[in-house]
């Protein structure tokens, strides 16, 4: 077994439709959302352990101002966008390296995004607001 064969069977098996979608968004449904899936408690490690997580002071927001919160902090902090980025890119088979070396702003952007999300996912799920 190669390595693309060993990557692609870890990866969670998501049922979605790809029907007439362009490049870049048959390579996230494709790619991207069971990387990330499989990853997340990998990211949430990164993003909760990073050292000026815990000034953000999270429980006094609501969704929105969270996920604004998060995406700014992502973006504000490079070295934990890097290493958001490469915990992804680290799992991706020869070819999907070669998509994303020509796609990689559109895609590193679109991995930040769809992080964000689903932090404020697990932060709305973990910390449910009353």
């Known amino acids: 077994m190669n ?3 060993k990557v692609e069977s870890i990866r ?4 979605l439709e790809n029907i007439n979608t362009r490049p870049i968004e048959k390579f996230q449904n494709d790619t991207l959302r069971p990387i990330l899936k499989l990853q997340h408690e990998l990211t949430l ?4 352990n990073h050292r000026n997580y815990k000034s953000l002071n999270s429980s006094k927001l609501e ?5 604004h919160t ?3 902090f992502i973006q504000t902090n490079i070295e934990l966008k890097n290493q958001l980025i490469g915990v992804v890119i680290g799992q991706f088979m020869n070819a999907e390296l070669a998509f994303y070396i020509t796609e990689r702003k ?13 932090y404020s996912d697990t932060f709305n ?6």
């Not at 969670?12 to 049922?15: E, V």
């Not at 559109?106 to 689903?118: D, S, W």
């Not at 799920?125 to 009353?130: D, E, L, V």
């Open 3 to 5: 390595r693309d064969q």
């Open 12 to 15: 969670p098996q998501l049922a």
């Open 45 to 48: 490690f990164l993003l909760i």
């Open 63 to 67: 969704e929105k101002e969270y996920q």
């Open 70 to 72: 998060i995406k700014k």
């Open 106 to 118: 559109e895609i590193n952007k679109r991995i930040i995004q769809m992080q964000v999300n689903r």
């Open 125 to 130: 799920t973990s910390y449910s607001r009353k």
